[in-house]
């Protein structure tokens, strides 16, 4: 077990790498931050403050704004502490670009945020405000959200059917992009993990069709779409801006050039058999054309749902499971107790979506990652639509950005004893106590656990991110010994603004299990 002091975990930014992976363009706009970062003081200043009765962190004037802002984009974990420190769980505000962002902090101000009504405080409208989905694709995707609904639906109930494809993929991804060997190997561990977690969700939005989810260029204009949006939330703060510096418009055309014959032949197929035509494919592709109509049954608008769905996909599953690479590579303690568990597992029950859900140990030590290593700082965040006023006499104006801090959840020492310290069996051990309990399973949310949200705003997606994590670990843990390269120091987490990423350019070596 080990500790990390995350008030230490200062932003640093990576060098590029040099294997034509694409994730270092996340740092693409840094001189157009700095420019931002230089007018925001006097934007934030001057205009008129509907928040003066909200106590802001560093303070209001120019400079002092100009400084936290700074400090907000490139060390945020020490900033949100300081305002919980000097504030004693009263609701405060820190300054972003060209707003302030209102933060709550004790347990009923985040329920009472939690439990806001849509049309009052809106997850919709700041997901829409951060990565301008809504411009960039069309505003239909937001206000009619119907691939999240066949996330939710169809392919939540259908994992056990797909599980046997998906690890198809498992195996075929792995043996491309870290193959076998005897010797150690280096292996840029983040974009690495990125190109098959990539791999394995588009096999079950767009199946294995004349190999599309496994074409380079059709995975990379995916890829590069979620280094966009990522962009987006944190280097821009205009859509127009966005727009122009991104790649946003050729990952677009790059997977319609893909997936455009694929949707004309099925669609043809419909028109003339009907939905169940004979050797219908399934996957989310399907599911998503059968839902469309009129011009959502366009190329483009359908091209765009995939791409959105990938957005969602690929981006939350790679970094968390790079966490947790990172640390069973530091950590080889819990390798031998999660192999034993996995051989006994599938030795019972074969590669199946059951084995999963039995791997006590791999469910606990990969729920455990998420709790420690936070991707974002904050949650529940919301737009508000209309005024609202906490049940502690705060009132919040319309049109304002409101987040909770995670960490005063995660590390809430009633719930999670020792709490600062990584323990990777301690889901196991409550469920070791709670027979028939799955409450503590990783796809399981509540309100003190919060990397898929919490609620009816709960990550929809969770249920096939949770079976890929455990998957791709599981077949990695069986198939290899791995351990940190760079003398085996624990990669830091980076922060850029409330985000946490997984270091880009830190290595794990890899070779054939011997044991």
């Not at 259908?158 to 060997?181: R, Y």
């Not at 608008?301 to 959105?308: D, I, P």
């Not at 049940?391 to 960490?407: R, V, W």
């Not at 009816?456 to 990695?476: D, S």
Request: glycine share 6%; aromatic share 12%; net charge neutral.
């Amino acid at each position: 077990m080990f500790s990390t002091n995350f008030s230490s975990l200062n932003y640093s930014r990576p060098p590029l790498l040099n294997d034509g992976f694409p994730l270092t363009s996340l740092w693409t706009g840094s001189a157009l931050l700095v420019v931002l970062l230089a007018c925001s003081g006097a934007f934030i200043v001057f205009k008129p403050d509907p928040y003066a009765h909200i106590p802001a962190v560093g303070g209001t004037n120019i400079l002092s704004v100009y400084l936290t802002v700074k400090k907000f984009y490139f060390n945020c974990s020490d900033l949100l502490a300081a305002g919980y420190d000097k504030y004693g769980g009263r609701i405060y505000r820190i300054p972003d670009i060209d707003y302030w962002h209102i933060i709550v902090s004790r347990p009923d101000q985040t329920e009472e945020l939690r439990k806001a009504p849509e049309d009052v405080m809106s997850s919709t409208s700041f997901f829409d405000a951060t990565f301008f989905f809504s411009y960039l694709m069309g505003p239909t995707l937001v206000s009619n959200m119907y691939h999240m609904k066949i996330i939710r639906s169809q392919l939540t109930k259908n994992l056990s059917v797909l599980f046997d494809d998906l690890q198809d993929e498992i195996h075929a991804a792995l043996d491309d992009i870290i193959p076998l060997s005897d010797d150690w190997t280096p292996i840029y561990a983040s974009p690495k993990v990125t190109e098959v977690v990539a791999r394995v969700i588009n096999r079950v939005f767009v199946g294995l069709p004349i190999n599309i989810g496994r074409e380079p260029e059709y995975l990379k204009a995916n890829i590069d779409l979620v280094i966009f949006g990522m962009s987006c939330a944190y280097l821009y703060d205009t859509s127009l801006v966005a727009k122009s510096l991104t790649t946003f418009s050729k990952s677009v055309n790059t997977a319609a050039k893909y997936l455009g014959p694929i949707i004309k032949e099925r669609q043809d197929k419909m028109d003339e058999c009907g939905h169940d035509y004979p050797g219908k494919p399934f996957d989310a592709l399907s599911w998503l054309m059968e839902e469309a109509v009129g011009q959502e049954r366009s190329v483009a608008n359908l091209t765009k749902r995939v791409l959105a769905l990938n957005f969602a996909a690929v981006n939350t599953t790679s970094a968390s499971f790079t966490f947790a690479l990172y640390t069973l590579a530091a950590e080889p303690y819990y390798l031998q107790p999660m192999r034993e568990e996995i051989e006994r597992v599938i030795a019972e029950e074969g590669w199946t979506k059951t084995a999963m859900t039995k791997m006590h140990n791999l469910d606990s030590f990969l729920k455990e990652s998420m709790r420690f290593n936070m991707g974002d700082l904050t949650s529940f965040s919301r737009m508000t639509l209309k005024e609202f006023t906490f049940s502690d006499g705060t009132f919040i104006p319309k049109g304002c950005i409101i987040s909770a801090t995670t960490s005063l959840i995660h590390y809430d020492e009633e719930k999670y004893p020792d709490s600062k310290h990584f323990d990777g069996f301690r889901f196991a051990k409550i469920r070791a106590q709670k027979r028939y309990d799955t409450s503590n399973q990783l796809e399981n949310t509540s309100p003190e656990y919060i990397p898929f949200g919490h609620g009816r705003h709960a990550c929809p997606g969770r249920f096939l991110a949770a079976t890929v994590l455990k998957a791709v670990m599981a077949y990695i843990i069986l198939n290899y010994d791995v351990k940190l390269g760079d003398e085996g120091v624990l990669p830091k987490n980076l922060f850029v603004g409330t985000f946490c990423i997984p270091d880009p350019t830190a290595k794990v070596m890899f070779r054939r299990r011997r044991s």
